[in-house]
């Protein structure tokens, strides 16, 4: 690595400021015992992968016991492991191993709701003394024909009516995902006393923090309002039919993620030997919500990391290098400044993965996108390798709730399974994944040539690629260095990295399928000579070439992470 690679002995952030978040989806990474699941132990017997690729900080999907209707957000208890991952123990030693290797851990954490299987529903179905409110029932209304309807038309994420009849209770519960996924009642001030216990467990079990799955659906409002119509959808039972305002985004969902906060920064200080405990939280929700995430108007902090999904959402194969410059900049622009650090998602097991959204040819000039930008970077397992979606699973091996719900015709159109197939780690069978006859979701059949082995055997690999990106990101000018992106031309955007007395960083990438020719010279300010730091694996140049700046030629969909000497 180039000069570049210095000791930053003015560097003033903190751990997770600008660390690269590791998303592993425990199922799909490694089965331990040949039961075709994946599990903690096998998560542990890989962290030296992830420490040899760079990683210093891991978030795991759920971990905790359920009944698996939505694989592991369909929580039965908060404080055990489900046995399908292994025992405490084997969490405890995950984690104690990933801190030897400089890993930390993250935990998802699931609040608004729970199973239907956990104690505390089905107490509250019985109207047990304490937990009569803990989740949100009503009687609903009765119809015409006297026959009892729910009370609103608010509709679940999952498709079909939020409200469920319970036959016991004689009541409906709410819930906004799977029928098996009651929503909390977070207006009980015991719902959530309950949650900050469960945090302050894990976070006394070593983990760095948490992300918040779900966290602008926590509150709905007390009313019960019908929710107006969008125009986006004629089916009643659709998602998209009406416009949620009065079950996503209320005022109250800022209370409560400062609330957290402030239990997470009171942890912190009581235990000023571990690292500062974050938040990070998901919510696919506009501009100005998610910067008042971050610190409101009156400057209260909250989410040290609200996901920023710009890169998922409003950009695809399609776009061109004018929208990924919008979108990197107005989250800049919207971004609180006095301490708070930008995020870039690339991936997560929600969407389709980063070579099937923007092909494969794309998956080592977003790896260098994502990476060179300012701020943290969190990426999905297997992303560097650049794993493709296998969108051609069979009906009879679907197990994803909203695919299942959808049927048989129109499944793949909405099912998630295609980008959360087990991870390639060779291509012995199940692609070293599992020793199992069968796995619970089939393995993508690239996997023979796709797969970690062979990509670290290869001379030029994406996973070489994106562990030369985690390399350069130790620099100073990558964690300290000011930014400035300017599309060059419809179809080129480049960014650059300057700190004084540092050598400044160029990332320049070609978002069209054709060769561009670009002049960089007014953008570098002409007097300097461009050098090639990183380049893709299908790039006809090398490490340390220089590059003519007024005249340099990029293939189709290729970026090129340069220095300027």
Same mark, same amino acid.
């Given at each position: 690595m180039s000069s570049l690679i210095k000791t930053d002995t003015e560097d003033f952030t903190d751990w997770w400021q600008h660390t690269v978040f590791y998303q592993i989806y425990p199922r799909s990474f490694k089965d331990s015992n040949g039961d075709g699941i994946g599990d903690l132990q096998g998560i542990t017997s890989k962290l030296d992968y992830i420490a040899e690729t760079g990683i210093t900080a891991i978030w795991l999907s759920p971990i905790f016991k359920s009944p698996m209707v939505d694989f592991g957000y369909d929580i039965s208890d908060y404080m055990q492991i489900q046995p399908e991952y292994g025992t405490m123990k084997n969490f405890d030693d995950l984690v104690d191993a990933a801190y030897g290797l400089g890993?930390?851990?993250i935990l998802d954490f699931v609040p608004n709701h729970t199973s239907d299987q956990h104690d505390w529903f089905k107490k509250s179905a019985a109207k047990v003394s304490g937990y009569e409110d803990f989740y949100v029932w009503h009687d609903g209304k009765v119809d015409k024909?006297?026959?009892?309807?729910?009370?609103?038309?608010?509709?679940?994420?999952?498709?079909?009516?939020?409200?469920?009849?319970?036959?016991?209770?004689?009541?409906?519960?709410?819930?906004?995902?799977?029928?098996?996924?009651?929503d909390l009642n977070f207006r @009980?001030?015991?719902?959530?006393?309950?949650?900050?216990?469960?945090?302050?467990?894990?976070? @006394?079990?070593?983990?760095a923090g948490f992300r918040i799955d779900a966290v602008n659906h926590l509150f709905e409002s007390e009313k019960l309002e019908d929710e107006p119509l969008s125009g986006k959808s004629q089916d009643p039972l659709s998602y998209d039919y009406?416009?949620?305002?009065?079950?996503?985004?209320?005022?109250?969902?800022l209370d409560m993620i400062q609330h957290w906060r402030r239990l997470l920064d009171e942890f912190s200080a009581k235990n000023?030997?571990?690292?500062?405990?974050?938040?990070?939280?998901?919510?696919?929700?506009?501009?100005?919500q998610l910067a008042d995430y971050y610190e409101d108007a009156k400057g209260v902090h909250g989410s040290h990391l609200p996901f920023n999904f710009n890169f998922i959402?409003?950009?695809?194969?399609?776009?061109?290098?004018?929208?990924?410059?919008? @979108?990197?900049?107005k989250w800049l622009i919207y971004m609180p400044r006095g301490g708070h650090v930008a995020n870039w998602v690339m991936g997560n097991h929600d969407n389709p993965r980063v070579a099937s959204r923007f092909g494969p040819d794309s998956v080592d000039a977003? @790896?260098?996108?994502?990476?060179?930008?300012?701020?943290?970077?969190?990426?999905?397992?297997?992303?560097?390798?650049?794993?493709?979606?296998?969108r051609d699973i069979s009906w009879a091996d679907t197990v994803d709730p909203p695919a299942k719900n959808a049927g048989e015709l129109k499944y793949k159109e909405v099912s998630r399974d295609p980008e959360r197939t087990p991870f390639q780690w060779n291509n012995e069978a199940n692609a070293g994944f599992s020793t199992a006859s069968k796995t619970w979701l089939p393995v993508h059949p690239n996997y023979t040539k796709l797969n970690v082995e062979a990509q670290k055997a290869a001379v030029k690999s994406h996973y070489k690629v994106y562990q030369q990106l985690l390399q350069l990101r130790k620099s100073a000018i990558l964690r300290r260095g000011r930014f400035i992106i300017e599309p060059l031309s419809r179809f080129v955007f480049a960014f650059k990295r300057c700190l004084e007395d540092f050598d400044s960083i160029v990332t320049v990438i070609n978002v069209s399928d054709k060769e561009q020719l670009v002049n960089l010279t007014e953008f570098i300010n002409n007097a300097r000579k461009l050098v090639v730091e990183v380049a893709g694996i299908n790039s006809i140049y090398e490490p340390g070439q220089p590059l003519p700046a007024s005249a340099l030629s990029l293939a189709p969909h290729e970026g090129l992470v340069c220095k300027l000497v």
């Open positions: 890993i930390r851990v024909a006297g026959k009892r309807q729910p009370p609103n038309n608010w509709q679940s994420v999952f498709y079909g009516s939020a409200w469920e009849w319970h036959e016991g209770r004689q009541q409906f519960y709410l819930h906004q995902f799977t029928k098996e996924q009651p @009980n001030p015991l719902v959530v006393r309950a949650m900050d216990d469960i945090m302050l467990y894990w976070l @006394n079990k070593g983990v009406s416009k949620h305002i009065y079950t996503k985004d209320l005022p109250e969902v000023p030997n571990g690292p500062t405990r974050i938040m990070m939280t998901e919510a696919y929700a506009g501009l100005t959402t409003d950009v695809n194969g399609d776009s061109d290098a004018r929208d990924f410059v919008y @979108n990197v900049e977003m @790896n260098m996108l994502l990476m060179t930008l300012p701020g943290v970077a969190v990426t999905y397992n297997g992303e560097e390798l650049g794993m493709e979606d296998y």
